[in-house]
Nanobody, 124 residues
Framework: QVQLVESGGGLVQAGGSLRLSCAAS????????MGWFRQAPGKEREFVAA????????YYADSVKGRFTISRDNAKNTVDLQMKSLKPEDTAVYYC?????????????????WGQGTQVTVSS
């Protein structure tokens, strides 16, 4: 089992940057594919970015491609989401998720473990 705790959220002006971090418990972190999802008020949770177990493959939603970067450090059991050029429409609760098997996926139903989320608010 994996427990996930997100951090790094906050309030930022449009055009600014934030770095989210997700800390995972357990000694098998490197066997999980990891993803970031977000849920804005009144909207369904959506895919943001994902990374495979080794970190050499990543995948992004079109809405964040070129602005967000996902990375992981298996020695530290962490996965980060670097967010740049933030827009008000990026405002949401951001969730970290882990997927057994090591590969990544864009569908949230493919993920087995979830964090509680961290709020990101981008002001215009």
């Amino acid at each position: 089992q994996v427990q996930l705790v997100e951090s790094g959220g906050g309030l930022v002006q449009a055009g600014g940057s934030l770095r989210l971090s997700c800390a995972a418990s357990g000694r098998t972190f490197s066997s999980y594919g990891m993803g970031w999802f977000r849920q804005a008020p009144g909207k369904e949770r959506e895919f943001v970015a994902a990374i495979n177990w080794s970190g050499d493959r990543t995948y992004y939603a079109d809405s964040v491609k070129g602005r967000f970067t996902i990375s992981r450090d298996n020695a530290k059991n962490t996965v980060d989401l670097q967010m740049k050029s933030l827009k008000p429409e990026d405002t949401a609760v951001y969730y970290c998720a882990a997927r057994s098997g090591g590969s990544f996926h864009y569908s949230q139903v493919q993920y087995d473990y979830w964090g509680q989320g961290t709020q990101v608010t981008v002001s215009s």
